[in-house]
């Protein structure tokens, strides 16, 4: 079933203008017409022989501001009725919404989802596996073994439904708990935002958005209502293998309203050893079987509404002919000694 046609800012006045009361319209035209008659009058030679033009211009100045009035009184009443409208709806909602939930539990939905108006779209995560990383002298350091690092880019348009051209500030975050002093691990290498051709890039670890006690980067996007950019981040994290890597979206994540067809997320990882494997799904919701795995790739694909603080889960885990070999080998060794 197609959308239906949006409401043009045109169409909006004039819905307003056509609910205005008659009375109000009947007097706005009374005023109006006796403004065009001040007018009119003020074109009359004075039979006097007056001289001074001021009770000319005096009454073209009554005529014109009885033709404004009405005008001004039109558009304010309907503009009042706009904004009554809107509050009586919002209203409405509040009270259904506080009629099978709490208020405090409402509250925390409005201001987590509704009031902060963002959304991140095309949401694209390529984690790549790593057993060996360069330090910053271009020295190679080995992982240790039971250990693996993962390469995240995640990139996404970051997306403002209403608001004036502030900044808004977009939060990333490692899994600081894993942090490895051998490995320096994990880390942010980079973040890009991109808005409108022009390009801020920031450097590993930079002072200007990370804080090295949290392990968090926090990226100031000035972006006004309407207006979107693409944000890319890459980092190192560590897991144990097995183990799990899990990203968490703190906004809501969608697909581009004038693409439907388009993944909400994709997910692809890359670099994964032969005795590996992986497997990805989404939390929560009634969407949780709808990870979509495309056959004979480490691709995953999402395609509905993402709510934020919901995310996905990576498992890696040794195939099971593998984990069966090594654990006879490991029985054989211990029975020999």
């Not at 909006?12 to 009361?21: A, F, G, H, K, V």
């Not at 014109?64 to 009184?73: G, M, Q, S």
């Not at 991140?120 to 020295?139: K, P, Q």
């Not at 494997?277 to 949780?288: C, K, L």
Request: charged share 25%.
């Amino acid at each position: 079933m197609p959308d239906p046609p949006k409401e043009t800012w045109l169409k909006s006045l004039w819905n307003d203008l056509s609910q205005t009361p008659r009375n109000l319209w009947t007097f706005s035209t009374i005023v109006a017409a006796l403004g065009l008659l001040f007018i009119a009058a003020s074109k009359i030679p004075s039979p006097f022989g007056w001289k001074s033009h001021g009770p000319a211009e005096f009454a073209r100045d009554v005529g014109i501001a009885l033709l404004v009035a009405p005008l001004v009184t039109i558009i304010y009443e309907g503009g009042t009725r706009r904004s009554a409208r809107l509050t009586e709806l919002r209203e409405y909602i509040n009270a259904a919404m506080v009629s099978f939930t709490t208020k405090e539990m409402w509250r925390e939905i409005h201001d987590q989802i509704v009031h902060r108006n963002l959304t991140r779209r095309n949401v694209e995560i390529t984690i790549t596996y790593r057993r060996e990383l360069a330090d910053d002298d271009g020295n190679t350091i080995a992982v240790p073994e039971g250990v693996a690092v993962l390469e995240v880019n995640y990139e996404y348009d970051l997306f403002r439904y209403v608001g004036t051209s502030e900044r808004v500030w977009v939060r990333h975050a490692l899994d600081f708990h894993m942090w490895d002093d051998g490995l320096r691990v994990p880390c942010f290498n980079s973040a890009t935002v991109i808005k409108e051709g022009a390009k801020t890039e920031y450097g590993k670890n930079s002072p200007q958005i990370y804080d090295q006690n949290l392990g968090i980067v926090e990226i100031p996007v000035a972006l006004s209502g309407g207006e979107s950019a693409h944000i890319i981040t890459n980092r190192f994290e560590k897991i144990f293998i097995p183990g799990m890597y899990i990203v968490i979206m703190p906004d809501i994540v969608t697909q581009a309203e004038e693409a439907t067809n388009t993944k909400t997320i994709t997910l692809r990882i890359k670099g994964l050893p032969d005795h590996l494997e992986a497997n990805a799904t989404v939390w929560f919701g009634p969407h949780h079987d709808e990870f979509k795995k495309e056959p004979d790739k480490l691709e995953w694909n999402y395609r509905w509404p993402m709510l934020a603080g919901q995310g996905i889960s990576v498992v890696f885990t040794k195939k099971t002919g593998v984990a069966i070999a090594e654990s006879s080998r490991a029985t054989e060794e211990r029975s020999a000694a």
